[in-house]
Structure formats: structure tokens, C-alpha cells
């Protein structure tokens, strides 16, 4: 058995055939949870989970690229784009007024996160990936951004939720905000850095608080400043969680392709090679893992 830890089955990219793969997924002894990224997303996650009794789960989250700043041109993802996008908001056109803010709905999401198939708030996070170039208007925009993310820190700890988190060009502000909420409230966060994409030292940081890793199929590729191999060697085994991040990161043999919760097996064989272990151990360890920090049962 397999569990595919952060999927989007939700997504424009599966309209035509998420029952499918669903079932293709199930017929093969895998479970998946599937991932909001703003509020329309996160309802057809849960939407999708409540046709299945067992082995289908969601989160709901609010992803930082979605929220909607005003600061900076918001990208759409065709792909992912199947409902009515971004985040409820009406920005001005132009630098807002200090002190405006974005809507995040709270009470929204969390009507939404009380579904019992709903096993976790995310994805969010931070991401910097496109960011404004003025020193002003960047520190206003990861301002907002922080305030997204503690609000959502805030609803999972009173749902008593695990939280996944997104941090793309952020990881040094990212546990800044961790240590801060840490200390402030005198207990450990619960969750797991979705797709680690970062250096030996953070991924050390990350651990420390007691998060959880997962790894997908970035592992495959080269990036300059990670080593991935040397990420997964320190890792200890009762952290990693493996997931696909689909319909993205397809690993080999079918790069250029869709990804789907099926290929989630290449990523544990990935891990299980570099850890010198049978695939049939990384599949026991990531399952029993991922059981316990998403309640699975």
C-alpha cells in the first residue's frame, strides 16, 4: 500500500476523467489526499472525497499565489483553473492604501474543514517566485502574505488540523514565522513541507520543529543549491511522507505526460534506492507515516 500525501485531482486537468483515475488508483492499493489552493478548489477536494468511503481525503487551504495582493500580476495555471479563480478580494488597481488587506474568508474555510473527510489545511504557505521589484511594495507583499499564512496556522490549531505547507524562494522567512508562532503559543505546530525543495541546513530547521518531509518528482531533477540525494540520506525514516504534486512533476519513464497518483511508486523506489532499503519497507514506513499525522484509519 501507497499513500499519495498531495494531489490534485481537483484540478482542470483531471475535468474529464477523475473518476478514472481514481479508481485506477484505489484498484492499485493507493490512497491520496487531494489539496485545495483557494477556496473553489478546497470544496471540490471535499467534494471529490465524499464519494468514497475509504482511500480518498482532502485538504482545504488558501495557496499564497492566490492570494490576491494586488501587488503583483497573478499568474493563472491552466491546469489548475477548472472554477471560478482567485481568492475573494476586490484590490485597486494600484499600490493599496497602507493597512488594506485581502480577504481571507475564516469562517469559509472553516465550515468547509469541518467535513469529516477533510484531513488537513493547506496548501499554504509563503511563495516569492513572482513578487514585486520595489523594496516597499515587496515588503507590504510578504506582509500579506504572512497575515494569510498565520490566519490559516490559526484555523488548523483550532480544528486541531495538521497543516501542509507551500514555500517556494521563502524558507529563511518561512521558519522565522514557525519559531515566532512556536514561542508565542507555547506548543509545536504538526504538519509536513509539501515537495521540499530547499538546503540541508533548512531541511535540519524543519526537522528540529517536528515536521515532516515529502518528497515528490523534483527529486529527479537537478537544481542548483539542492541536493536531494544528500535531503533524503539525513532524513529519518518516521518523517518522509511521499506524495506526486499531480497532475505536475511527472517522474521517469513518463516525463512530458500528465502526473497521477499511480506514479507515486517511482518516487518511493526513488527513496527507497538512495536509503538502501526494499521498496516494500519505504512503502510500509510512508504509509504508516502518513496515517499518523493525517489520521488515517
Given at each position: 500500500?501507497?499513500?499519495?500525501t498531495?494531489?490534485?485531482?481537483?484540478f482542470?486537468?483531471?475535468?474529464?476523467?477523475?473518476?478514472?483515475?481514481?479508481?485506477?488508483?484505489?484498484?492499485n492499493?493507493?490512497?491520496?489526499?487531494?489539496?485545495?489552493?483557494?477556496?473553489?478548489?478546497?470544496?471540490k477536494?471535499?467534494?471529490?472525497?465524499?464519494?468514497?468511503?475509504?482511500?480518498?481525503?482532502?485538504?482545504?487551504?488558501?495557496?499564497p499565489?492566490?492570494?490576491n495582493?494586488?501587488l503583483?500580476k497573478?499568474?493563472?495555471?491552466?491546469e489548475?483553473?477548472?472554477?471560478?479563480?482567485?481568492?475573494?478580494?476586490?484590490?485597486?488597481?494600484?499600490?493599496?492604501?497602507?493597512?488594506?488587506?485581502?480577504?481571507?474568508?475564516?469562517?469559509?474555510?472553516?465550515?468547509?474543514?469541518?467535513?469529516?473527510?477533510?484531513v488537513?489545511?493547506?496548501e499554504?504557505?509563503?511563495?516569492?517566485?513572482?513578487?514585486?521589484?520595489?523594496?516597499?511594495?515587496?515588503?507590504?507583499?510578504?506582509?500579506?502574505q504572512?497575515?494569510?499564512?498565520?490566519?490559516q496556522?490559526?484555523?488548523?490549531?483550532e480544528?486541531?488540523?495538521?497543516?501542509?505547507?507551500?514555500?517556494?524562494?521563502?524558507?529563511?522567512?518561512?521558519?522565522?514565522i514557525?519559531?515566532?508562532?512556536?514561542a508565542?503559543?507555547?506548543?509545536?505546530?504538526?504538519g509536513?513541507?509539501?515537495g521540499?525543495?530547499?538546503?540541508?541546513?533548512?531541511?535540519?530547521?524543519?526537522?528540529?520543529?517536528?515536521?515532516?518531509?515529502?518528497?515528490?518528482?523534483?527529486?529527479?531533477?537537478t537544481?542548483?543549491?539542492?541536493?536531494f540525494?544528500?535531503?533524503?540520506?539525513?532524513?529519518p525514516?518516521?518523517?518522509?511522507?511521499?506524495?506526486?504534486d499531480c497532475?505536475?512533476?511527472?517522474?521517469?519513464?513518463?516525463e512530458?505526460?500528465?502526473?497521477?497518483?499511480?506514479?507515486?511508486?517511482?518516487?518511493?523506489?526513488?527513496?527507497?534506492k538512495?536509503?538502501?532499503?526494499?521498496f516494500?519497507?519505504?512503502?510500509?514506513?510512508?504509509?504508516e507515516?502518513a496515517?499518523?499525522?493525517?489520521?488515517?484509519?
Open positions: 500500500m501507497l499513500i499519495d498531495h494531489a490534485h485531482l481537483n482542470n486537468a483531471y475535468k474529464a476523467d477523475s473518476e478514472e483515475v481514481v479508481k485506477r488508483t484505489l484498484e492499493d493507493i490512497w491520496v489526499i487531494n489539496i485545495g489552493t483557494q477556496y473553489d478548489t478546497s470544496k477536494a471535499v467534494e471529490i472525497a465524499e464519494k468514497y468511503e475509504k482511500g480518498v481525503y482532502a485538504a482545504i487551504g488558501l495557496h499565489i492566490h492570494l495582493t494586488g503583483v497573478m499568474k493563472l495555471d491552466q489548475e483553473i477548472a472554477f471560478n479563480s482567485r481568492e475573494d478580494s476586490n484590490p485597486p488597481s494600484t499600490l493599496p492604501a497602507e493597512g488594506w488587506a485581502p480577504e481571507f474568508d475564516y469562517e469559509k474555510y472553516k465550515e468547509l474543514a469541518k467535513n469529516e473527510k477533510v488537513a489545511v493547506g499554504v504557505g509563503l511563495d516569492y517566485y513572482w513578487k514585486p521589484r520595489t523594496k516597499r511594495k515587496l515588503e507590504l507583499f510578504k506582509e500579506k504572512r497575515e494569510a499564512l498565520i490566519q496556522l490559526n484555523l488548523a490549531k480544528l486541531n488540523l495538521p497543516i501542509i505547507f507551500h514555500c517556494r524562494m521563502a524558507h529563511e522567512d518561512l521558519i522565522k514557525l519559531n515566532e508562532q512556536r508565542m503559543n507555547n506548543e509545536q505546530l504538526k509536513v513541507m509539501h521540499f525543495v530547499g538546503t540541508t541546513e533548512q531541511l535540519q530547521e524543519y526537522l528540529k520543529m517536528g515536521f515532516y518531509i515529502g518528497f515528490n518528482g523534483i527529486i529527479f531533477k537544481i542548483e543549491g539542492i541536493n540525494e544528500e535531503n533524503i540520506k539525513r532524513m525514516l518516521d518523517k518522509i511522507l511521499i506524495e506526486t497532475p505536475y512533476l511527472t517522474p521517469p519513464p513518463f512530458n505526460q500528465r502526473n497521477e497518483p499511480l506514479y507515486v511508486k517511482y518516487v518511493a523506489e526513488k527513496i527507497a538512495i536509503k538502501n532499503l526494499s516494500e519497507e519505504i512503502a510500509r514506513i510512508t504509509t507515516n496515517k499518523k499525522l493525517f489520521k488515517l484509519f
